[in-house]
């Protein structure tokens, strides 16, 4: 990423509060794709991804394990119980993803210095 967009708070948020806070973002920035994590830190509702793409109005995918993204679509595969289901979303789509989605890596330190000097919107 080129940049990053930080929304802070002093305020414990419940998801739908944190859900209109990403749609104006998204309104404002008018994205084709968002991708979220599907747990926050400090709970496990799973709920905002879902909140979004309702309040938005927009296709959904959710515990996202692979992201392919096909011209005016993206596949989103999933696990389930029994096995893998993939389903195709016209963009722009909210999707929310599973630790599967992608495997950590490590920043080298020139990339963490380079990454220090890109702009932070707060």
Request: charged fraction near 25%.
């Amino acid at each position: 990423a080129d940049r990053a967009i930080l929304v802070q708070t002093d305020v414990e948020t419940q998801p739908l509060a944190v859900a209109k806070v990403l749609k104006a973002l998204v309104e404002k920035e008018a994205p084709g794709l968002v991708i979220l994590g599907k747990q926050a830190i400090d709970d496990d509702c799973n709920q905002t991804g879902q909140m979004l793409a309702a309040l938005l109005g927009w296709g959904q995918g959710t515990f996202a394990s692979k992201v392919v993204p096909a011209g005016d679509a993206v596949a989103v595969t999933r696990e389930i119980d029994g096995g893998l289901e993939t389903v195709e979303l016209a963009l722009p789509a909210v999707v929310t993803a599973d630790l599967r989605l992608n495997e950590p890596r490590y920043a080298s330190l020139p990339n963490i210095m380079k990454a220090k000097k890109k702009p932070l919107e707060t």
